[in-house]
């Protein structure tokens, strides 16, 4: 299984990025919005989490295995948590994150069928199916937010951010509330916690100051 690819990005298509990692050149299929976010990186070498996707119908013999990637771990956790629900799939799924994931995952959160709907291939009765199976799942890529030159979330730092939300909401704080008080210490992404307990503390100490 291929995981992770790294190489000098010398092409970018609407669909796909190619990577030359010598001797070979890789095509990945990627979503518009990473698409959007390595355009200032051609020539130059980056690295893309992956995964291997069967195209094609396997009754009929037809298979072509096709890279996927993302930017980060996070993105590529979602994009799976994503093709969960009936009728998206994994083609779809790439088609609709024009978005950054922290949008997508705050309209799921938030019940936004208008928002989801408007995603390419996303009609009103798919938005309406990836709310009702993934609202309760994506709060953590809610809280996410990766901005240039600050790397990436790791899906560790996600699960401390969860940790840390379900815990807010446990305590008594409304979920915008809980939204708020992470976003307070997270945003910028420079700072990182090894534990719930760790970013909670943070959190009533930046609390208090402000």
């Known amino acids: 299984m291929i995981t992770q690819i790294t190489g000098?990005?010398?092409?970018?298509?609407?669909?796909?990025?190619?990577?030359?990692?010598?001797?070979?050149?890789?095509?990945?299929?990627?979503?518009?919005?990473?698409?959007?976010?390595?355009?200032?990186?051609?020539?130059?070498?980056?690295?893309?989490?992956?995964?291997?996707?069967?195209?094609?119908?396997?009754?009929?013999?037809?298979?072509?295995?096709?890279?996927?990637g993302f930017l980060s771990e996070a993105e590529r956790e979602f994009f799976d948590l994503f093709c969960i629900v009936d009728g998206v799939g994994a083609k779809k799924a790439l088609r609709a994150m024009v978005r950054p994931v922290r949008d997508i995952a705050a309209a799921i959160e938030d019940q936004d069928v208008k928002f989801l709907s408007n995603l390419p291939g996303i009609g009103a009765a798919t938005a309406e199916r990836i709310v009702a199976k993934l609202r309760r799942k994506v709060p953590k890529f809610a809280l996410m937010a990766v901005r240039p030159g600050e790397g990436e979330i790791t899906p560790e730092t996600l699960d401390v951010i969860a940790e840390t939300y379900d815990a807010l909401i446990a305590l008594g704080h409304s979920e915008a509330e809980a939204h708020r008080l992470v976003d307070s210490v997270t945003e910028g992404g420079k700072k990182r916690f090894k534990d719930a307990t760790a970013l909670i503390e943070a959190i009533y100490k930046n609390n208090r100051k402000s």
């Open 8 to 68: 000098k990005l010398v092409k970018l298509s609407e669909e796909r990025a190619v990577l030359d990692v010598p001797p070979f050149q890789f095509e990945v299929w990627i979503p518009e919005y990473t698409r959007r976010q390595l355009q200032p990186e051609i020539g130059n070498e980056i690295r893309l989490h992956t995964i291997v996707y069967l195209d094609g119908n396997m009754t009929q013999g037809k298979v072509v295995p096709r890279l996927l």
